[in-house]
């Protein structure tokens, strides 16, 4: 086990989506997503994976301990973290999780402003400060690479602050992590707490080998610039979530941050270990995973992030991209929509096709996106990068399979009884049937799927449907997220048949509200819900 040291001109990425991400309502994620999501991660090129919080429940454990040895197994694995309140039972927990990384590090926080420490912890300030020199001391004891973070610094008093950095660094901290924990700060006032601190607390000054670090929220949508204001005034770490998933209003954006820091390198002059080329397939993968559609809008990788609309935009772009663009869409991984494959491609073309963008595809898995691709082409003229990238994502991107669509079959129209049957495999491999009719084609749809599955009691709170391409045949992509004991879990589909599509987004969820969470008390009817890994 070893601790890195980094040159004090990069800036190091940790990244949370996997604990403070995933705590956002909706991003329930079953132990196997954790895995594929850290493996995308370390491709990025992040410094530190925050894996969870390995006493939040045994099977976080288990998911944090398979990314350390799964993901953090060698030399140059990124650092895995996981994160522990500073109680001693919460801290060796943590280190039982990260413990086989080949960099581990056990994160430890305690709440430092007068309203945490009044209302939650009830703890006078000598008393916090106690608490936090047992807590990193117990870390520390265990681990060479210790963070330690003053929740809500963002309102904890600056001179208070200062005392609390500097036992944490006399017990052993390595990195001191600064959260605004409720995005309450702004973007100079930030830079300025950050300068003072790195200025003021002792023993953690420039050259003392301490990282500070920036961890922010988005409540007041300034998280990144108050981020890049906490690099500007020193910080070398930066926390941030892959779409910028997190508690209420998110996290700081890895994608924003990173872009940020690449497009002007003459005023950050800053260096990053990440390879911005993977970041359209991490957000891919995450909001497929988290079923939470990232909007329209959304910087860097939200669908309209390159698309030019206004005739004086395109008119600019056409004579040079650089009239409108301060990225090139490459840049972030997003490759142009050449119209490379018809009808007439082979398999050979559309393997090297997906190896061009990124993804390496043989035997059964090539012969299942060739049939889907195959199925594609037929209905639809030109398949392109974004239709092959959302049929990438529809055939792998999935949760664990208990029930698997066999068939679906829809009769709607202006007679008022839309009817769907569906046809399933259960997890013991036999095929299942209901009908259903429902308010519309996809009400029906669903309830035919609950008829089969017999799902714990959930609500459907969020569907939606979005167009991969233009054009009539375009290939439809939905999310769905269905809420059930006060968890929620997404699903995602695509389908040329946007119905077929919100099957197969419904079935993911449920799939995945089932791996996750079980039947619990509820029994499905007969034997056709028996949970377990589907046979056929
Ligand atoms: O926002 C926060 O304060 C946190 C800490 C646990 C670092 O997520
Ligand atoms: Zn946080």
Known sequence: MTRRVYDPNRVIFFDTTLRDGEQSPGATLTSAEKLEIARQLARLGVDVIEAGFPA????????VQRIAREVGGTDDSPTICGLARAVEGDIRTCWEGVKDAKHPRIHTFLGTSDIHLKYQTGLSREQALEVIRKAVTLARSLCDDVEFSPMDAGRTDIEFLIQVCAVAVECGATTLNIPDTVGYVAPEEWRETIATLIAETPGAGVGSGVVWSIH??????????NTLAGVLAGARQVEVTINGIGERAG???????AMALHTRPQFYNLQTGINTREIMKTSRMVSNYTGMMVQPNK????ANAFAHEAGIHQDGVLKHHSTYEIMTPEAVGLTQSRLVLGKHSGRHALKVRLSELGYEVDGDAL????????????AKKNVTDA???ALMADEFNKPQEIFT???IQVTCGTMGMPTATAKLYNAKGEELIHAAVGVGPVDACFRALDAIISPPKNVLVEYAVHSVTEGIDALGEVTVRIESGGKTFGGYGADGDVIVASVKAYLAALNRMLVIVGYGDVKPEGDAATVGVASK
């Open 405 to 407: 669509l066999v068939d």
């Open 56 to 63: 939040a429940s045994p099977d976080d454990l288990a998911a």
């Open 367 to 378: 012969n299942q996106v060739f049939a889907r691709f195959k199925d594609l082409a037929d």
């Open 216 to 225: 922010c929220h988005n409540d007041l949508g300034l998280a990144t610039a």
């Open 299 to 302: 910087a860097v990788v939200g």
């Open 387 to 389: 239709d092959l990238e």
């Open 251 to 257: 996290n700081t954006s890895l994608e924003e941050v």
